[in-house]
């Protein structure tokens, strides 16, 4: 893979010291570094030791300074703030990671590349009911990692039911993920079953991100529902309903220019521009949607309980 980053071995051993229980990341990274080093490397050229966070920011910056990440795609970094993000996310590269929906590969193009050696990308995708737009999205998807093995060899697509969600074996994903999607959700009527199976997927202590065009605070589910925007506590209602914790939400994906009234709802702005040519400059002097980014947590298992 043409990303620049330390040795696959290394990173792996270098986040897993840091995880260990009363091991400081910084002495951490310090055995991962000895255990890698030739003894008889000159001193001036050993690399400082670092934090896990410091190596998951330095492959971040290299996957999105990659070649492969559409022009298109790469356009947007600044409406999609995708750095910034991941790390609220608290996402490493050695963790299993499952994206719901990715629609085209957006965050694929991110993710597939960053977990390729140490750790999973998983991209679920329906199954069934699929309108036009989701059967072509999925058949990009495919036809993205099928053509390059170098960035998405290790990557999966599994398809689920959106009527009875399961993403994977109980307990086995570090991170879900969902970008943009629940509204369609909420719109077709599976939205808690879904919050439910991303429940079901998760390690206990592990996190579900949710990026999505958010309402104003007064606004009620009913009146907004079908514009694309949805109310933070209606989504925040879903996730813990399903047995999540609010962790902790963000302004990262915040837009204060964005004031939600448009002809043709959310899809009104870029990337969609659903009204064409009418009043184009003064969508895109918007830009993308105001968006709420949370991240909940699925609560350590308590003694005694399996899953």
């Known amino acids: 893979?043409?990303?620049?980053?330390i040795g696959a071995a290394r990173l792996s051993a270098a986040l897993l010291?840091?995880?260990?229980?009363?091991?400081?990341?910084?002495?951490g990274v310090q055995m991962a570094h000895a255990a890698s080093t030739e003894p008889d490397q000159p001193a001036d050229m050993l690399v400082p030791p670092t934090s896990a966070s410091d190596f998951t920011a330095a492959q971040l910056d290299s996957v999105l300074a990659g070649s492969w990440r559409a022009e298109a795609n790469r356009a947007r970094d600044v409406y999609r703030h995708p750095k910034a993000t991941l790390q609220f996310f608290g996402v490493r590269p050695d963790q299993t990671v499952v994206e719901i929906t990715p629609g085209g590969g957006w965050y694929s193009e991110i993710l597939a590349p960053l977990l390729h050696d140490n750790g999973h990308y998983i991209a679920a995708v329906?199954?069934?009911?699929?309108?036009?737009?989701a059967r072509r999205d999925d058949s990009a998807l495919h036809r993205k990692f099928a053509a390059d093995a170098a960035h998405y060899g290790n990557a999966r697509i599994v398809e689920f039911d959106p009527k009875a969600p399961v993403f994977g074996a109980?307990?086995?994903?570090?991170?879900v993920l969902t970008f943009r999607n629940v509204h369609n959700w909420v719109m077709a009527d599976t939205a808690p079953a879904m919050f439910k199976a991303f429940f079901a997927?998760?390690?206990?202590?592990?996190v579900l991100g949710v990026v999505d065009h958010r309402a104003d605070d007064a606004a009620s589910l009913d009146t907004v529902k079908q514009s694309g925007y949805l109310p933070t506590r209606y989504v925040v209602k879903l996730a813990t309903e399903a047995g999540f914790t609010l962790d902790e939400s963000s302004e990262i994906n915040a837009n204060p220019k964005d004031t939600k009234n448009y002809p043709k709802g959310v899809w009104t702005l870029p990337p969609?521009?659903?009204?064409?040519?009418?009043?184009?400059?003064?969508?895109?002097?918007?830009?993308?949607?105001?968006?709420?980014t949370l991240r909940f947590v699925k609560p350590a298992a308590q003694a005694g309980e399996t899953h």
Do not use: N
């Not at 010291?17 to 002495?27: E, M, R």
């Not at 521009?273 to 968006?291: F, V």
């Open 1 to 5: 893979m043409k990303i620049a980053r």
């Open 17 to 27: 010291l840091a995880a260990l229980p009363g091991l400081p990341v910084f002495a």
């Open 126 to 133: 329906a199954a069934s009911s699929r309108d036009g737009e």
């Open 170 to 175: 109980p307990a086995s994903a570090d991170r």
């Open 201 to 206: 997927v998760l390690r206990p202590g592990g």
């Open 272 to 292: 969609t521009l659903t009204l064409g040519e009418q009043d184009r400059a003064k969508y895109i002097a918007i830009g993308e949607s105001d968006r709420m």
